[in-house]
Every structure is written in structure tokens, then in C-alpha cells.
């Protein structure tokens, strides 16, 4: 396993952990010069950030600044009505920002995150989603972009993605890509899945060929908010090492990209404060 205590060359900032300082919004630009500032060597950025920011002054911003990206943060959203066009253009974005993957968080019930779902059919939903990225397979392979399922914890299955477990991620990148190509693999965020007790065993599953990303943050203990209550790494319960760990016995080899929302506290505070805390943290508990 990789000694991340010396330094932080393996540390990625997913870009809504610092979306906002003193709860105002902070912008993209400003953001990828303060990581640039903190020896920062990788980001992953979110679709809004970048259309707030410019996608070319962005893309401009990163190529000045030497930096990676982990992750594009997202695409997915399958059960909604312009899924396919949207996914593509944020296809072609991830291109452009040249992202290693394109992060999908697949939708839930129609309708649900507006407060009116359609149905109560998640299976019918799950059947959508796969549908939706089978078709967003084809357009992924033709522009060379891996595209990586990110499940999420079963709390957001009505809103926000019915894919919630790695077993029900792989099952569908085993459906779509038999032969493990790497055009299609997992993110695995361990927000999400730390619960769970197959967690091991579906890690040794994915091998490196589908291990597209790492996100870290902690559960805290209580959580007030599951979707704006993320925790700083250590300030939790997760044991963010022993995953690591699993992941790497694999022969994953990327960044950990810390992504935290966290509305009443991390976001309250001075930007520059923020990332130097992801720092120190990476060092010690991740
Ligand atoms: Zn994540």
C-alpha cells in the first residue's frame, strides 16, 4: 500500500468540497489556483462549476496549472426525460477537460428529486438505467472516455441513484463489457458503501480493470443531513485505510479524491483552511 504520509501527490480535490467559503459561492477558476497553490496535483470538477467558470477557460485554467483530473463529476440521471443529450455533451466535456472517467450517478425514481416521483417501479427504474447506460457505453468507447457507476448509499435510491450497492454496479459492467475491457468500471466512494458487508469481496471483483476512482470522506456519527453532512476524513467512522487497502491489493494506482458537502461546516469556512485540512488528513487517516 502506498505511504501517503510524506506528501500529497496522490490527493485529489473533488471541487464541491469547496464550492463554497463562508457559505458563498467560490468559483472554479479561484478554486484550481488555490489547489495549484497548496501543491495540489489533481481535481474533479462538477458540470455547473465548469458552465459558471467557462468549459474553455477551464479547461485552459487546468492545462496552465499542470493538473489531472480523477473524475468529472457527472453524468447519469437516467430516469429523467433529457438524460441522453445531456450525458452526451457531459461526454464530451469530460474529453475536453481530458478526465480519466466520466462519473455516473444513475437516477433514481422519475421525478423523485423534484418531490413528485412518477412511480414507485424501482425495478422498473434500474431496468431504465441499465438501458441508459448501455446506450451511453457506445458513444463512451467511440470517444475513448471510461465511464465509471458510482453507486450510492440505498438512502438516496428514491432521488438520486438506484444502483446502490458495488455487487449491483459490477453486475450491470459485467452485463455491458464481459470481456472487462475498462471502458466501463466503478467509483467508489466510501460515503457510500463503507456499510457494507460484501464491500471486501466486490472490491477483489472489480480488479484494477474496473477501479476508475476513489472518493473519501467520513460518516459522522450522528449524521444530521445524509446528502450535506459529509465529514472530514478521521472525523468519523470509517476506516478509510482498510479500503484503501483492498483497493490497492488490487492494483488501483489513482488519486483520492476527497469530496465532501457539508452545508454547516466545511463550506462555512475560508477556502484555503479547507484544502489545507484535506492535506493534512490525507497524510494521517487516509
Ligand atoms: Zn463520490
Known amino acids: 500500500m502506498r505511504d501517503f504520509s510524506q506528501d500529497h501527490r496522490w490527493l485529489s480535490i473533488n471541487t464541491a ?3 463554497k467559503q463562508h457559505g458563498k459561492d467560490w468559483g472554479l477558476v479561484e478554486i484550481l489556483d488555490a489547489c495549484a497553490r497548496h501543491g495540489i496535483r489533481a481535481v474533479s470538477p462538477w458540470r455547473d462549476q465548469v458552465a459558471a467558470a ?16 480523477s473524475g468529472y463529476c457527472r453524468g447519469g440521471m437516467f430516469t429523467e426525460p433529457n438524460a441522453t443529450d445531456e450525458n452526451l455533451r457531459a461526454l464530451d466535456e469530460a474529453c475536453e477537460l481530458n478526465a480519466t472517467c466520466l462519473v455516473l450517478v444513475v437516477g433514481g425514481l422519475p421525478g423523485a428529486l423534484y418531490g413528485k416521483p412518477q412511480h414507485k417501479d424501482l425495478a422498473g427504474a ?24 458510482e453507486p450510492l ?5 428514491a432521488e438520486r441513484a438506484c444502483i446502490n450497492t458495488l455487487e449491483q454496479a459490477l453486475d450491470v459492467c459485467d452485463a455491458l463489457d464481459p470481456s472487462q475491457s475498462g471502458a466501463i468500471g466503478v467509483a467508489v ?12 469481496q466486490q472490491i477483489e471483483r472489480a480488479g ?10 467520513d460518516w459522522l456519527v450522528p449524521t444530521t443531513d445524509p446528502l450535506n453532512d459529509r465529514g472530514m476524513m478521521g ?3 470509517i476506516e478509510i485505510p482498510k479500503i484503501r487497502g483492498w483497493m490497492e491489493a488490487q492494483g488501483f494506482a489513482g488519486y483520492s479524491e476527497v469530496e465532501i458537502f457539508s452545508a454547516n461546516n466545511w463550506w462555512q469556512r475560508a477556502g484555503d483552511e479547507v484544502l489545507a485540512t484535506c492535506i493534512e488528513r490525507h497524510r494521517s487517516v487516509v
Request: proline share 4%; aromatic share 6%.
Open 17 to 19: 468540497t469547496v464550492r
Open 54 to 69: 467557462g468549459l474553455a477557460n477551464t479547461a485552459r485554467t487546468i492545462r496552465a496549472h499542470g493538473l489531472e483530473l
Open 126 to 149: 434500474r431496468e431504465v438505467v441499465r438501458d441508459g447506460i448501455a446506450t451511453l457505453l457506445e458513444a463512451a468507447r467511440q470517444r475513448q472516455m471510461p465511464l465509471a457507476i
Open 153 to 157: 448509499h440505498p438512502t438516496y435510491a
Open 189 to 200: 466512494d466510501v460515503y457510500h458503501v463503507w456499510w457494507d458487508p460484501k464491500l471486501q
Open 208 to 217: 484494477k480493470r474496473r477501479l476508475h476512482a476513489f472518493h473519501v470522506c
Open 235 to 237: 472525523d468519523g467512522v
